[in-house]
């Protein structure tokens, strides 16, 4: 499978934005998806997931009641709503795919497939 993810952007602080992540070659429903970032200096940490059906998702304590993760599988793509963002949430998001059970996907090694990454800057 193949990941595009877009929706990045420069956004004020309260402010919001989605982010896509559209799969090709594969449909998206082999696959549980999940979204991860990465500031500068720091290590890439995970943000969200979903898991193949959509039916569970997991959500970083550091971004719960204000990011949500979805998908459709319809269109191949999961989605992160990101709503109430802070300077803090800059980073370059991510988003992977790990097929096979909805164990582990918190841990970036639980992933096989990585999109190219999409920057979200968030301004005081």
């Known amino acids: 499978v193949q990941l595009q993810a877009s929706g990045g952007g420069l956004v004020q602080a309260g402010g919001s934005l989605s982010l896509s992540c559209a799969a090709s070659?594969?449909?998206?429903?082999?696959?549980?998806v999940g979204w991860f970032r990465q500031a500068p200096g720091k290590e890439r940490g995970f943000v969200a997931a979903?898991?193949?059906?959509?039916?569970?998702?997991y959500v970083a304590d550091s971004v719960k009641g204000r990011f949500t993760v979805s998908r459709d599988n319809a269109k191949n793509t999961v989605y992160l709503q990101m709503n109430s963002l802070k300077p803090e949430d800059t980073a370059v998001y991510y988003c992977?795919?790990?097929?096979?059970?909805?164990?582990?996907?918190?841990?970036?090694?639980?992933?096989?497939?990585w999109g190219q990454g999409t920057l979200v800057t968030v301004s005081s």
């Open positions: 992977a795919a790990a097929p096979d059970g909805s164990w582990g996907l918190v841990s970036p090694g639980r992933y096989d497939y």
């Open positions: 070659r594969h449909p998206i429903t082999n696959y549980n």
């Open positions: 979903s898991s193949k059906s959509g039916s569970t998702t």
